[in-house]
């Protein structure tokens, strides 16, 4: 089975979320958020660019993957381009919880808390 996420390194760790996330790929993909939060990673970036969909279940895992960052002394930062997939997570009050960005740079260059 291929990988739903795929995770580059440098500078920081980007996890490249798929177009969907569900109930049936969210606890692969939050696996995948897990693994790039080695020691000493201060942030990882969840790329979304190319999420067209994400459901409760997505919305769920992006929260513990939150909880997990912090737990681990980390930030995540959503890349989050698409304005629809945006619209659902303000609905959920998710951007109050996690820095969204629009660009990589900015994420990249994103205050670390």
């Given at each position: 089975m291929a990988d739903l996420a795929t995770v580059t390194t440098?500078?920081?760790?980007?996890?490249?979320?798929?177009?969907?996330?569900?109930?049936?790929?969210?606890?692969?993909?939050?696996?995948?958020?897990?693994?790039?939060?080695?020691?000493?990673?201060?942030?990882?970036?969840?790329?979304?660019?190319?999420?067209v969909f994400c459901d409760s279940a997505g919305i769920s895992m992006l929260i513990r993957a939150k909880k997990r960052a912090t737990a681990h002394g980390a930030e995540l930062r959503l890349l989050l381009p698409c304005p629809n997939v945006l619209r659902v997570l303000k609905i959920q009050g998710v951007d109050a919880v996690l820095p969204v960005y629009h660009s990589l740079d900015e994420a990249r260059a994103g205050p670390w808390r």
């Open positions: 440098a500078p920081l760790p980007v996890v490249t979320l798929p177009a969907e996330i569900d109930m049936a790929t969210a606890p692969a993909i939050g696996e995948q958020v897990a693994a790039a939060l080695a020691p000493g990673v201060r942030a990882v970036i969840a790329d979304m660019t190319a999420t």
